[in-house]
């Protein structure tokens, strides 16, 4: 809702109404909020706030067991659609829709997500409720903002850090900006057949007998087609900590307030990930960017191996890159089962997005986390 625009006013029984699927609403205090859109993204799972819908979250969102943080609360006011009138009557309610009829216009039904998108303000870049002043902002939305943020100086990390649920522009010339993008299917559909035609190669070349690892000038040991599965995992292992590596120093690097060039490079690496989280078309790595590192990886490997043993070192770790790009996207907008390993894995990663940005690096495993103390501390939904 347009912060200019007039409060709508419902009954708790119009709130209370709102308790499904397609159409889930709920409470702070007086502040009505349409959660439909955020159900699959929330870390603790679609079912824990549907089971609450329609009621006050006051003292779920204090806690225990969980406190949720300043982001997230900011986040939530993105959904904010009007206020209760607990003063009112079930008799009232045509009263009450007669006044939002004045203030707004008639309201569909919030599940027709067509139609609701349609009151937002035209001038948006898109059509969701959004906290976000047009006119107040430290950047102007209606313009790309890649060679915006580099002027913000030392108010860049605060600003990065506070997401919002809007799509990102970066370029203003479409070439350049559609090369922003990516569906998450052409992850798979570009690199597993590579993986998959690497380790045919490889196993059935390591099945010739002839490759071997030469420790010394007299000495070598032979490396049969079994070892295959182990040099395959040793470089699914070499890649999360690689990712976490690239997750920790170059996505969280701080840039220096007065460079204007890193800041915007830092945006265009990751920044704009954190100031739009759930932007759908920016979640994993366009191929030909990620074909850099990916030739990088192979160079190294196949300097430091033998040429099959490298190649199957790093087959290993390009498996690991897709399955990385993949978790994440789940990690974004699936809804996994409660109690599963995904589902720890999307609570652990969203409060890194909302609360600890400087910790909590790990996206497809939480190991490196622990040697590198940079855990993110248990805590329970």
Known sequence: MSPSTSPRFFTEREVARHCTKDSCWVLLGTRVYDVT?????????????????????????????????????????????????RESGAEEVQTLRERRKANEGTEEKSADKNNKLQEEDEDSPHKLCSSVDLDKDLVDWRKPLAWQVGHLREKYDAWVHQPVDRPIRLFGNPFMEAATKTSWYWVPVVWLPIVFYLCWHCYTTLAQGTTR??????????????????????????????????????????????????????????GQHHKSP???????????????????FYMTLCKMLPQTLGVSVFVGGLCGYVVYDMIHYYLHYGSPKKGSYLYGLKAYHVKHHFEHQRSGFGITTTFWDHPFNTAIPDEKF
Not at 235 to 260: D, Q
Request: aromatic share 16%; net charge neutral.
């Open 37 to 85: 859109t955020f159900l699959r993204m929330h870390p603790g799972g679609e079912a824990l706030i549907r089971s609450r819908a329609g009621k006050d979250l006051t003292r779920e969102m204090e806690g225990p067991p969980h406190r949720h943080s300043e982001n997230a609360r900011r986040w939530l006011e993105q959904y904010y659609i009007g206020e209760v009138d």
């Open 213 to 270: 690892l030469e420790l010394s000038s007299e000495f070598s040991i032979p490396i049969h087609k079994y070892m295959f599965p182990f040099l395959f995992l040793l470089g699914w292992s070499l890649w999360t900590f690689i990712e976490y590596c690239i997750h920790r120093f170059v996505f969280h690097m701080k840039p220096p307030a007065h460079n204007y060039y890193l800041i915007t490079l830092h945006f265009l690496l990751h």
């Open 278 to 296: 759930f932007d759908g078309s920016r979640l994993v790595f366009p191929p030909g960017l990620a074909s850099i590192v990916v030739g990088m």
